[in-house]
């Protein structure tokens, strides 16, 4: 509880932090305007008409759902790759022959492009949200298996020896010793498990699915609608910006404020 | 009555012998130090002592209530502030938490922290600021027996004074006992009933040494003339191989 | 307050010689007094001057263009008189070894400068080319007394000293576009000035800031060091140079709209330096008083932005007057006042006038730029907008000039 409020006490000083974050996107944005200017506004629309669509879209109905289909694909997949690649991360952690065992593993999957993935997943699992969550799966599990993984790997064996020395009950030991160094580990690799999943879940649907986000996106291809286009990808990287920097981003920063 | 015995204490790490049937017993109130060269064994003694290794050959039989640990490099746990690092060796004694805060706040005062240092993490102290903690975690919880893992080793001679009062006040205080280990013979000196040298190869006890007059009396003038002393002795020229001058 | 405390202040590093004139009276004492004495009266009289002229009672017509000529002025004129005491007062402190500007020097100095708006408001009887040279021989002056800064082996200030050199070009090429000898806007060659005086005056704040904001907690006891982030303030100096350069060759243009934009947004960003590490130092009121001058240059840009984007360039030169009136004449405030105490040996402190100087100063600032959000009380605001940006300097005769006409109360020369 102590904890939240002082990451809500925190957080304004944190977004006013954010205003040279906003200056270089602006900047960004005006390099956009330029080549809107140069190309025209088939190839590339002007980021002001962009937003316009943008703010259309956000007031359409039909688009909100693909948008909370899209969600539910990603927060299952990624809710899924959380849970076994942490807790599955873990226990590889502590046992030295589970984790010999896992790495090749894991090079394995992390070495399979995520394309060849979804090729599999359609023929085992059909065109639907079953492909897209197991692809989702299958690109971010590892990502945070190798994060708990190496959390346990790296406990400190002298704070174990000191904890010891003052005899530590057991739940002490585990919250106050081995919970924060792991978890510095492994919340790291959630954030960029989310980023991943969030990215994969519309390559996946714009391949294997007729709704959600990334088949709005195949849609908008197939009739040359570029401000539609950019509008779903500027909500695709705005949503991703907003979970990463206003949700995880503070709540990180207060975590490991030990740390820097 | 409450005292450390140890047996006929061998240590052995895989083939190899580290020490070799030490016997000594610290008694209520003492402050026993073992000198020795480096890597003659010393920190796999006074971990055997403390319980953080097992015991395969010999004896330790430990009778004190409660016992503590300074390490040598500090050991505090980077996620914690300077208070709650101390408190938490009274936590762990399943203490109150607002009354291990307070008593944590009490003795960082004493140990010379500042108020302003109570919020601070590990990684923004300077080393003399992490060993004070270091010692008024050992020593908020009241042991009546306290191991020292060369705490002093990296630290100015202010501050090691400073360090020595404290720790001989609390003997006073509390009858507390220590075994402590250093290379530092003058320190040894300045602190210890006995001294117990460790010879390596394997680790073996060669002689002990006994000072009788009280700590609070020992001086400059007492302690550089019984260290004077002490290196004449055939054994400590030997063990710590003080003749290799000569030998060039 | 101990003595011994303040002795510690500013005595210190102030400068390691004085000159050995005699008889130098208070007000020539340091480079800030003369100007402070004649700046503020200025500010009054030439906005009084130009109530009159706009409203048609005072006929002076300026070669035909007075809004041109006003923003001359007020861009201009005023500039070498802040600048002066900036350098005058701040340079010796800087580089130690610096001898300081005072007496009859001094007095020569500022006769120049008087000389230079007299020439100014007399322009349709004198002529244009007694005031470019008047007007050009002051800045170029200025530039000669801070070429150390410029020659500095380390570079420390090295900024400063080039700013300045643009500006003179920039002033130059102004008079030159008047004259008929360049083909370029005059107008638009002022935009151009009013961007390299924002320019400096960023850098002139990032050293203004820690100065005063330092000062302010070891004299409150708050035991933690502020520091304004060099990447801040160049973020903002190439984002305002960007919007200059476009500015002056596409005024129009969209893309210009949004580089506008990133320019409030990384003028604000100044500010997140004030959140210190362990202490809390925006309750300390001048820490909230610079804090407004970033904040009026932001929402400035960022409004100019926002109309260049929506294509209303009623709004664009309406807002301008966050950055002019607001930014720049809150800096120059500012300067002014911690000047004013520190440097005539006081502690940096806040009363209910300093509260009302920089109040007004903001008050007349949305009053003057948020008009084309209130057309239909566009006359009233123009003239209550200029009398509350008078106020202040009303404010600042009564508070200060007494120190500026004394000596130091600490016993120190200068």
Redesign the interface.
């Known amino acids: 509880m102590k904890f939240f409020l002082k990451i809500l006490k925190d957080f304004p000083a944190y977004l006013w932090s954010g205003w040279g974050a906003v200056a270089s996107i602006l900047l960004f944005i005006a390099f956009w305007d330029v080549g809107n200017q140069i190309y025209g506004n088939l190839v590339l629309p002007s980021p002001l008409e962009t937003f316009k669509t943008l703010y259309a879209m956000l007031h359409s109905k039909d688009i909100l759902e693909q948008i909370d289909i899209t969600l539910y694909r990603a927060s299952v997949g990624f809710g899924l790759s959380l849970l076994f690649g942490s807790v599955l991360g873990l226990i590889a952690g502590f046992f030295a022959t589970a984790s010999m065992m896992s790495r090749p593993i894991v090079t394995i999957l992390v070495g399979m492009p995520p394309i060849a993935w979804i090729v599999l997943a359609m023929i085992w699992f059909g065109m639907g949200d079953e492909t897209v969550i197991f692809t989702v799966v299958v690109a971010s599990f590892p990502i945070i298996f190798v994060g708990a993984l190496q959390g346990t790997r790296t406990l400190d064996g ?2 174990k ?9 057991w739940h ?1 030991k585990f919250i ?2 081995y919970f ?2 792991i978890f ?1 580990y492994i919340f790291p690799a959630w954030v960029s498990g989310l980023g991943m999943a969030w990215k994969i879940v519309i390559m996946a649907e714009l391949l294997a699915t007729s709704d959600g986000m990334g088949a709005e996106l195949a849609i908008a291809r197939s009739q040359l609608d570029t401000p539609t286009a950019l509008a779903l990808v500027t909500i695709m990287i705005g949503s991703l910006m907003f979970i990463e920097y206003i949700i995880l981003e503070p709540i990180k920063r207060e975590v490991e ?3 820097v | 009555m409450e005292s450390l015995e140890v047996k006929h204490l061998t240590h052995h790490f895989g083939f190899t012998e580290i020490l070799h049937n030490i016997n000594f017993t610290l008694k209520k109130g003492e402050v026993v130090s073992i000198v020795g060269p480096s890597g003659g064994g010393k920190t796999t003694l006074l ?1 055997l002592c ?3 290794l097992d015991v395969a050959e010999g004896e330790v039989n430990n009778s004190f209530k409660t ?3 300074a ?1 040598q ?1 500090g ?1 505090l ?4 502030n300077v208070i709650e690092n101390i408190a ?2 009274l ?3 399943g203490e109150k938490k607002s009354v291990a805060i307070q008593k944590a706040q009490e003795i960082a005062l004493k140990f010379g922290l500042e108020e ?1 240092d109570f919020e601070k ?3 923004d102290l300077s080393g003399g600021m992490k060993q004070r903690v270091n010692f008024a ?1 050992a020593l908020v ?1 009241k042991p009546s027996l306290l ?1 020292l893992d060369e705490p002093f080793s990296a630290l100015d001679i202010g501050l090691k004074r400073e360090l020595y009062t404290h720790l001989i006040e609390s003997c006073e205080e509390n009858d507390m006992s220590i075994l402590f280990i250093t290379h530092d013979l003058i320190e040894a000196i300045r602190l210890s009933d006995e001294i117990l040298l460790l010879e390596a190869d394997p680790g073996h006890i060669v002689k002990t040494f006994k000072y009788d007059s009280p700590k609070e009396k020992r001086d400059d003038a007492f302690v550089y003339k019984e260290s004077a002393k002490i290196v004449q002795d055939k054994e400590i020229i030997e063990t710590f191989k003080l003749n290799t001058l000569e030998l060039k | 307050m101990s003595n011994q405390k303040e002795e510690k202040l500013h005595a210190t590093n102030h400068y390691l010689y004085y000159p050995d004139e005699e008889d130098i009276p208070p007000y020539l004492a340091y480079g800030f007094r003369p100007i402070f004495l004649l700046l503020a009266p200025y500010f009054i009289l030439s906005m009084a001057l130009w109530g009159l002229v706009w409203s048609g009672y005072l006929s002076i017509p300026f070669i035909d263009n007075v809004l041109q000529w006003h923003i001359y002025e007020m861009l201009f004129g005023v500039l070498t008189a802040g600048v002066m005491a900036f350098l005058t007062t701040g340079l010796p402190e800087l580089f130690p070894g610096m001898v300081p500007l005072v007496g009859k020097r001094l007095k020569y100095i500022m006769i120049l400068w008087i000389a230079g708006r007299v020439s100014f408001w007399l322009i349709d009887i004198t002529g244009v080319y007694l005031t470019a040279i008047l007007n050009l021989t002051m800045l170029a002056w200025l530039i000669w007394f801070a070429k150390d800064v410029v020659l500095d082996k380390l570079q420390r200030h090295a900024s400063l000293g080039y700013t300045l050199v643009v500006i003179f070009a920039v002033e130059v090429w102004f008079f030159a576009s008047v004259l008929g000898w360049s083909e370029s806007n005059s107008m638009s060659i002022l935009r151009v000035a009013l961007g390299a005086i924002v320019v400096l005056i960023l850098l002139a704040m990032r050293r203004v800031n820690m100065e005063a904001v330092n000062e302010l907690m070891e004299d409150k006891e708050i ?1 933690d060091i502020y520091i304004s982030h060099p990447p801040l303030t160049n973020l903002a100096i190439f984002a305002v140079t960007l919007y200059t350069i476009v500015g002056y060759f596409y005024p129009t243009n969209s893309a210009l709209g949004w580089i506008a934009l990133a320019s409030g947004a990384s003028i604000i960003a100044i500010t997140s330096d004030y959140n210190l590490k362990d202490k809390f130092i925006l309750n300390q009121p001048y820490v909230i008083y610079l804090f407004w001058i970033f904040m009026l240059f932001g929402l400035g840009y960022g409004l100019i932005g926002w109309s260049i984007l929506f294509n209303d360039a009623n709004g664009v030169s309406s807002f301008r007057h966050f950055i002019t009136a607001g930014g720049l004449g809150l800096a120059y405030l500012m300067v002014m006042i911690t000047i004013g105490w520190i440097h005539t040996g006081r502690h940096l402190t806040s009363n209910i006038y300093t509260h009302f100087m920089v109040f007004f100063i903001v008050l007349a600032t949305f009053m003057r730029g948020l008009i084309p959000f209130f057309e239909e009380y566009s006359t009233q605001l123009y003239l209550w907008s200029a009398i509350a940006w008078v106020l202040p300097f009303v404010l600042y005769i009564k508070v200060f000039f007494r120190f500026l006409l004394t000596p130091r109360i600490d016993g120190i020369k200068g």
């Open positions: 002298e704070l020896e000191m904890a010891d020395s003052f005899a530590f009950p002490m106050d010793v924060p160094h510095s404020l030990w740390r | 971990h403390a319980g953080l016992t503590a640990f390490f490099e050991r746990l980077p996620w914690k938490i060796a936590l762990a004694r302003d993490f590990p990684k975690r919880v191991f | 035991d």
